[in-house]
């Protein structure tokens, strides 16, 4: 089972996993945790104050979830709970029985459960009134916050073909790419296997909501929007790509995960699609976060400005605009971000090599 717990406090919210656990601190004046790891960049930092006045207030169990790719630690995306939160109100996907739940922060209680047409891997991304998610049927949904009153839903795969796929019946093309709002567009990935086609899709966010968009989806459990009345709504053809995992970004980049290949990135300025230079080894997985200089996948962090890896082993870190936060042998590591160094060595043949330097604080 999994167990998921909350704090009361007299002024703050923040909220972060540890394994299977999850701890939050509720009240009405608290900031917001609307998609995983906090914000766009995933790096799992809040401005918000944590106070160290911390109270149990509930424990609320859950079934333990399997993972797509059980077999392959590097892909587990799906391997526990990550919830967020929105006001007063906790949002719990589950690719178990294929549902979203929205539960009262304060009493721990459920406030409405709604269930899509395949399993949801992916935390869902709150935006003003309104929850974003992805599901395996191919879908990307629009629920209202409050009441899980669906508002539409977008079938994103080419056909509504299934297959058996994790021991569920599954859209040939499933949404494992974690919707992001970046740059007042939602952007999130359809597709797994490069055969059958992969796609990145992304629409306005603004209008997204509005009556002509309701109207044509007036039964969002029957119908959709495949003749496409979304905002802004592009598509474009990702050629041998897998993606799968959250979708990240940086004021000028959006990350898109490929499971256990490199990171794709695309350059929001021109639309240019590249693939840094560096080596994943055993260290790559669906992790995905990063500033506009730093990319860190997996175990690995890369210099973007200078196109090289480097040398630091923070896995899954956490950061804000300053600084860098691992864990290391039992101990927590602090790093600076602001001032990289760039330092020369020799290698074995004498000649001089340039590295990037992240230093310790």
């Known amino acids: 089972m999994t167990t998921l717990m909350t704090a009361r406090t007299l002024r703050n919210l923040v909220a972060f996993p540890v394994t299977v656990l999850f701890a939050l601190v509720a009240d009405a004046e608290a900031g917001d945790w609307p998609t995983w790891r906090y914000d766009v960049s995933r790096g799992a930092a809040t401005p918000v104050e944590l106070t160290s006045n911390l109270e149990l207030a509930w424990v609320r169990e859950l079934p333990q979830l399997n993972p797509a790719w059980e077999e392959d630690p590097r892909l587990h995306f799906d391997g526990g709970y990550e919830p967020i939160v929105a006001g007063n109100t906790m949002y719990v996907a589950s690719s178990r029985n294929d549902s979203l739940m929205a539960i009262d922060v304060v009493t721990g209680e459920e406030k409405w459960k709604y269930h899509a047409g395949g399993p949801i891997r992916f935390a869902p991304l709150a935006w003003e009134n309104v929850l974003f998610f992805g599901a395996d049927d191919g879908c990307i949904y629009c629920l209202d916050a409050q009441t899980g009153t669906p508002i539409w839903r977008f079938l994103a795969a080419p056909s509504s073909r299934k297959l058996l796929g994790n021991a569920h019946m599954i859209s040939a093309w499933p949404v494992r790419g974690g919707p992001v709002l970046h740059d007042d567009r939602i952007w999130f990935t ?68 490929c499971g256990r290949s490199k990171v ?7 639309g240019k699609l590249t693939v840094p230079g560096y080596n994943t080894g055993d260290s790559s997985s669906y992790h995905v976060s990063a500033t506009d200089r730093f990319l860190f996948h997996g175990g690995v962090t890369v210099d973007l400005e200078k196109s090289r890896t480097v040398s630091l082993g923070a896995r899954h870190p956490v950061f804000d605009g300053r600084s860098l936060y ?36």
């Open 190 to 257: 359809v597709g797994v296997w490069p055969f059958e086609g992969t796609f990145l899709y992304s629409f306005d966010v603004n209008g997204a909501t509005s009556p002509e968009v309701q109207r044509s989806s007036q039964n969002a459990e029957v119908a959709s929007l495949r003749d496409s009345r979304l905002p802004g709504l592009k598509v474009e053809t990702l050629t041998d790509i897998t993606p799968q995992g959250y979708l990240a970004g940086t004021p000028s980049r959006l990350c898109i995960p």
């Open 264 to 270: 794709l990135m695309k350059e929001l300025a021109g």
């Open 326 to 361: 691992f864990g290391n042998g039992g101990a927590v590591i602090a790093c600076d971000l602001v001032n990289p160094r760039e330092v020369t060595s020799k290698d074995r043949r004498g000649n001089d090599v340039k590295s990037t330097q992240i230093d310790r604080r």
